[in-house]
């Protein structure tokens, strides 16, 4: 069966989800991954999706196109996958971020992350508070070769210089 990546943005607005995913089902296709999310007030979807084999391209680019009309959203678009890793990382660990909000906080926890091997398989920012905004930052991570006491030190020295709270934690059984 072919898979695809398919994303989509936009305005949001209800039946979104719905629209994406009846196209890809009248076709015969299955959702095997998704991450949907608002941001802003924009709908943003990432899907990993398999079609019989007798769909053709032109068919997708059909079908997803006119959801995209219909809808009014800012973009649709579908690439070809090669074949898929057998397993993606798994997280084992929760990383809670929170500080003053000021530029570069993402890129100094994820680039000392990067540099000791850490596979970031979740992340999620948020700016809350009202006069004195604080931003919070979660991510799911997956280790690999470093030590959690590696990256809690790692993160320590970043949450120094840039006046970040910041811990990690092991992920439960119940997370999903």
Do not use: C, K, W
């Not at 959702?31 to 032109?58: C, K």
């Not at 000392?112 to 091997?117: C, D, V, Y």
């Amino acid at each position: 069966m072919p898979e695809f990546a398919v994303t989509a943005i936009g305005q949001d607005r209800p039946g979104i989800v719905a629209a994406i995913s009846g196209a890809l089902f009248e076709l015969g296709g299955n959702i095997e991954d998704s991450q949907m999310s608002i941001l802003g007030g924009h709908f943003a979807v990432m899907l990993i999706v398999s079609t019989p084999a007798s769909v053709s391209r032109d068919q997708l680019a059909t079908e997803l196109g006119a959801v995209r009309e219909r809808l009014g959203l800012e973009a649709i678009t579908f690439n070809d996958l090669d074949e898929l890793p057998a397993a993606a990382p798994t997280p084992s660990h929760v990383l809670s971020v929170y500080g003053s909000d000021h530029p570069g906080i993402v890129h100094s926890v994820t680039a000392a992350l990067a540099e000791r091997g850490v596979n970031i398989t979740d992340l999620e920012t948020r700016i809350t508070g009202g006069d004195e905004p604080v931003y919070a930052m979660i991510m799911e991570i997956a280790l690999g070769n470093a030590t959690a006491a590696a990256i809690e030190d790692a993160l320590r020295e970043v949450g120094g210089r840039h006046g970040l709270e910041v811990s990690l934690r092991p992920i439960g059984d119940d997370v999903l």
